[in-house]
């Protein structure tokens, strides 16, 4: 079994095949904006071009139009594949890749905009989220996260807010997909945007 793994949420734009377990191609860079300039040929310089079984894709939460270019990318080569398309979320990706030497707990906390945080917490064994995801300032977000580590790109952020804590900063990185749990793996590929949207309709 090969999977192709889609990884356009944050900054990043990375891929990577997966088979039987084990990661035999990879590509990353963080590019901030152009995903979807990048995306098509790092998949396309992978072993046969990417080809892959089934496709995994990051959801969410994060870039609104990095992860709407992931999921129509997965979308597309899954059609003209008939590949299965599935997603996964990106905190579990972070907790998965993450530094757990010491600890049994952790939270993830990446950057939402709009002055909040998507935060979430995880128990090492077997990886467990102890939290529903959620987007909080990061007052409120230093209350929900009684772990000494946090990991992400906005550990600094919800450490100084705490005033305490052992800051990591980590990545999404589609390699790290070898290393998430399967039940973590099987999300419908839709979007996840971990708030209410921010445009209201009119009356």
């Given amino acids: 079994m090969r999977t192709l793994v889609i990884e356009t949420a944050t900054g990043a734009c990375s891929v990577a095949l997966i088979e039987d377990g084990v ?6 860079e963080e590019v901030g904006r152009g995903h979807a300039e ?5 998949i396309a310089a992978l072993p046969d071009k990417g080809r892959a079984d089934e496709i995994l894709v990051d959801c969410g ?8 270019v992931g999921l129509a990318a997965a979308r597309a080569l899954g ?5 299965e398309v599935r997603g996964y979320s990106s905190l579990p990706l ?4 993450a530094d757990w030497d010491g600890v049994e707990t952790l939270a993830v906390a990446i950057d939402g905009g709009h002055g909040q945080l998507f935060v979430q917490r995880f128990a090492k064994e ?6 529903d995801l959620a987007s909080l300032v990061p007052a ?6 009684p772990d000494e580590r946090i990991v992400g790109n906005a550990a600094d952020t919800l450490v100084a807010a705490r005033g305490w804590g052992d800051a990591r900063a980590a990545g999404l990185v589609a390699a790290h997909v070898a290393n998430l749990p399967l039940p973590f793996r099987a999300l419908p590929a839709v979007p ?12």
């Avoid at 059609?79 to 590949?83: N, S």
């Fill in 61 to 68: 939460p994060g870039s609104f139009t990095g992860v709407r």
């Fill in 140 to 145: 409120d977000a230093a209350g929900a996260t």
């Fill in 126 to 131: 077997p990886m467990t989220p102890l939290s």
């Fill in 192 to 203: 996840i945007y971990g708030r209410a949207p921010d445009a209201k309709p009119m009356a």
């Fill in 94 to 97: 972070i907790a998965a890749g």
């Fill in 38 to 42: 990048r995306l098509i040929p790092m």
């Fill in 79 to 83: 059609l003209a594949w008939r590949a």
């Fill in 23 to 28: 990661v035999v191609a990879q590509a990353h």
